[in-house]
């Protein structure tokens, strides 16, 4: 047997969604402390690519010449050290690639976290917006009850009766904004997800 319903339980529900939007907003303010902290490593991440890219310059001015002097038997120069500059070249040229794509990722990743912040923030204030209706719409009933219990005049009670209807309208007009906010949060978080692959991926081939 199912258990039966009352207005309480609605309220409670109310109260809930309430709870459930300070949770929300919580989050969301310390994913954006998190999504700073991002940004700011992908920034030093590229200062550190462009001094190694400085670097890298510097190793190919050196190896230039050393593959100048390699061909003079009394340079002190041996062809190993030669081959041994150009590999390290070459793995910087490497490694500066794929830490750029790497940079990019984090970037394009938090971009896309700072959007779904905002969404999921708008989700909270409609999630907020709904709690506040459904407890005006539940308090309005159990007057408009009490009402009709107390046998009041059937004008009165139709006016009653209206205004209910009214913020019932009212209610489902903001259910309706609340369905639409969490889908588009839905699927930004999608969005997001995606990103988090193509950042692994990157990590990888960085790694």
């Known amino acids: 047997m199912s258990p039966i319903i009352t207005h309480e339980d609605e309220l409670e529900l109310s109260s809930l969604e309430k709870e ?18 991002q940004k700011k490593y992908a920034d030093n991440l590229k200062k550190a690519t ?13 190896l230039k ?29 490497e490694y500066i690639e794929v830490n750029n794509k ?37 308090k309005k009933a159990l007057s408009v009850e009490k009402k009709k219990n107390a ?13 209910l ?5 009212d209610f489902d007009r903001a259910r ?3 369905i639409k906010k969490i889908d588009q949060f839905l699927q930004v978080k999608n969005e997001v997800d995606e990103l988090w692959v193509n950042l692994k991926n990157n990590v990888n081939k960085a790694s």
């Not at 462009?50 to 001015?61: A, G, Q």
């Open 20 to 37: 459930l939007v300070s949770q929300i907003k919580k989050l969301a303010k310390a994913q954006s402390t998190l999504i700073d902290s």
């Open 50 to 62: 462009l001094t190694r890219e400085t670097l890298n310059r510097t190793f190919r001015d050196v």
């Open 65 to 93: 010449h050393m593959q100048t002097l390699v061909r003079e038997k009394r340079s002190n120069i041996k062809e190993e050290e030669v081959k041994l500059f150009q590999d390290i070249i070459h793995k910087n040229d």
């Open 102 to 138: 790497y940079v990019d990722s984090i970037k394009d990743l938090a971009v896309k976290k700072d959007y779904l912040v905002e969404k999921k923030i708008e989700f909270a204030s409609a999630l907020n917006e709904v709690a506040n209706k459904r407890s005006i719409v539940i």
């Open 151 to 163: 046998l009041i005049e059937g004008e009165k009670m139709k006016l009653l009766e209206s205004e």
């Open 165 to 169: 209807n009214d913020l019932q309208r």
């Open 176 to 178: 309706d904004i609340l």
